[in-house]
């Protein structure tokens, strides 16, 4: 059995090779979050908030149920990574002040903004778990390097 960094190291062999073509950012954001979702059984929701105008992020692509629509900088654990541009790592939603209970299953989430080299907040990634305690430092890592290629390679989608 692989181990969480061998899986990682997987996925992102295969979203190199599926992003080495010019791609846009909406099939770009289609294509990790598909990858991502379906490599871990902790992923159990898994999308992309976009910012849309100053301070206020809407859903992009997702994997899993339904997700909230609209989420302003200032709501949840998606706005706190956005309005800090740090990555939040809940260990337990429900001791988190002003999580949105998009789902009442999700019990652990980690949301890692996708910043610009300039320090725009293009998006967040969000990751939501129905178990306790489902992400950590190697989750942080991984993902966070991640976010930061999707920031340079695609910063020119940025408006905000
Ligand atoms: N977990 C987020 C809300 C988004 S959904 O759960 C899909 C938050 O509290 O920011």
Redesign the pocket.
Known sequence: MLTKAQTYDQVFSRIDALLSEPTDWVAAMATVVCELHHSFDTYH?T?F?RTVRKNHLQ?GP?Q?GH??ID?PFD??????AARTKSTQLVHD?NV?P??????ST?VS?I?VPVLTPDGKVLAVL?V?SNWEGSFDQIDQQYLELLCSRLGRDYQKEALY
Do not use: Q
């Not at 709501?75 to 706190?80: H, N, S």
């Open positions: 929701w999308g908030y859903v997702y899993g997700g909230c989420i709501r949840g654990v998606c706005g706190a939603v988190f002003g999580h949105i209970a998009c789902s999700t989430e949301v969000d939501d």
